[in-house]
């Protein structure tokens, strides 16, 4: 408690200097282009006063000064007016000054940049000089906002590093939780099995013996399922469709008689590299999420096909069907339309079929009224 408490606190800390920092950064940016702002408009200063000095020249005026400071710029874009007609123009493109349209246009550009110099060169007589920023300036007036994003994007990359860290420590949080629950149901469950051991040496009905130890093989499974949660998944060559039927028949006499159970399948064999026990989590996964999609009453089919190279395996239910922008939004953590549950079972399944088995799994086809079916193909086993 005291470390979290301590980290969290660590963390404001850093964020709070950055910020910090990054303000320093902004501000220092926004204080040297105003001074740099200065400069340029003193510079356009001396200009007028050269060309005031320029026009009220006679034989005995020094005009190497004068001159030398209306030639020293070749940065700053100028127009100089009288009477709002343009007299002389200084860094501003040709292309400009030969269209009367772009050249106005230009001029109002300037206008908006900076406030005219104005300057009166005869009593009575004024002139204003019109001036925009230079390149240098223009390009430090869009440092703060480069810096803005580049500072965006670092804490996109901080923020996402978190959020990672954080995911990763619960997932190893639900894997250890599920491993312990594996665990913790190991003990009834041996007890179980002594017991059903006992009933069968009584005088008990078989098939209720039978049934009996059907569900605690089943429950053995489930441990074994969660027992592997977090841990790497041995895979071994098996028949997909006995494998498959297995876990199908199973939950077909687990459920209502309302639900319409029915398969086609190849007679003969077909291996698949799969670890059996969570080929049967994702097909138990599959026939629940049509289940529910059916309310508990409706056709359901299972279908096995198969090409040169892959093994299909198709679930058809005829519930509600899916809309077509939810096909991939179904497979989200978390996503789900039921009133309970965590919306884990079809991200599971995805999990299971993608990452462990090599495979894919979709929604093939689904119809607003008239069901849906979920496709799962896994690679064939080559011979």
Known sequence: ???????????????????????????????????????????????????????????????????????????????????????????????????????????????????????????????????????????????????????????????????STKMAIQNKLWAGMAKETAHQIGTPLSSLIGWVEILKTEEIDQSITSEIEKDVERLQTITDRFSKIGSVPVLEVHDIVTETLNSYEYLQSRFSK??????????????????????SWTIENLVKNAIDAMKGKGTLELQIEQDAHHVKINVKDSGTGIQKKQYKTIFEPGYTTKKRGWGLGLSLTKRIVEEYHNGKIKVLHSELGKGTTFQIQLNKKVQ
């Not at 470390?3 to 200097?17: A, Q, Y």
């Not at 399948?265 to 698949?272: F, Q, Y």
Request: proline residues 5%.
């Open 1 to 163: 408690m005291f470390f979290s408490e301590r980290r969290n606190t660590t963390r404001w800390v850093i964020i709070s200097i950055s910020f910090l920092i990054i303000s320093l950064i902004l501000w220092n940016t926004y204080t040297f282009f105003q001074i740099f702002k200065n400069e340029e408009r003193i510079k356009m200063k001396l200009l007028a006063n050269a060309q005031i000095a320029l026009i009220n020249a006679d034989e005995n005026t020094d005009l190497e000064l004068p001159l030398q400071i209306s030639s020293n710029n070749n940065s700053i874009p100028v127009i100089l007016t009288m009477y709002d007609k343009i007299l002389t123009t200084r860094n501003v493109p040709e292309t400009v000054l030969q269209d009367e349209k772009k050249s106005m246009a230009f001029l109002n550009g300037l206008k908006n940049e900076n406030e005219p110099i104005v300057f009166e060169y005869a009593p009575g007589k004024y002139q204003k000089l019109y001036y925009g920023n230079s390149s240098l300036l223009n390009k430090l007036k869009y440092y703060p906002i480069a810096l803005l994003l580049i500072i965006f994007l670092f804490g996109a990359l901080i923020y996402n590093f978190y959020r």
């Open 258 to 279: 309302q639900v319409a159970f029915s398969h086609q399948v190849p007679k003969e064999p077909i291996l698949v590299s799969i670890n059996p026990i969570l080929h």
